[in-house]
């Protein structure tokens, strides 16, 4: 069973920078694309960044120029590096992975990581 653990929530002022890492475990044959979303209180969760296995980004045009995505294969790690944060991006980060396992490929998320910005 694939699991994705996150790490790297917290608190922060506005201005300042995290960090999320995403690790993928369980019997995993290969990841396709990996990303984050996130979701604010009384707001649909949306797509933030992803990357797919060569590399290739697409980010939410409220974080570009300030986030990055990257991962790192050998790990089945997924990093999102995030700067000059901002109020309105205080939600829920999820990881997610379409990653193929025992059976065909298939939609992983992670359990979510809370990430304040204070003002």
């Known amino acids: 069973q694939v699991q994705l653990v996150e790490s790297g929530g917290g608190l922060v002022q506005a201005g300042g920078s995290l960090r999320l890492s995403c690790a993928a475990s369980g019997g995993i044959f290969s990841i396709n694309e990996m990303a984050w979303y996130r979701q604010a209180p009384g707001r649909q969760r949306e797509l933030v960044a992803l990357?797919?296995?060569?590399?290739?980004?697409n980010y939410a045009d409220s974080v570009t120029g300030r986030f990055t995505i990257s991962r790192d294969n050998t790990k089945n790690t997924v990093y999102l590096q995030m700067n000059s944060l901002k109020p309105e991006d205080t939600a829920v980060y999820y990881c997610y992975a379409h990653a193929v396992s025992a059976g065909p490929a298939y939609d992983y998320w992670g359990q979510g990581t809370q990430v304040t910005v204070s003002s």
């Open positions: 990357i797919t296995s060569g590399g290739n980004t």
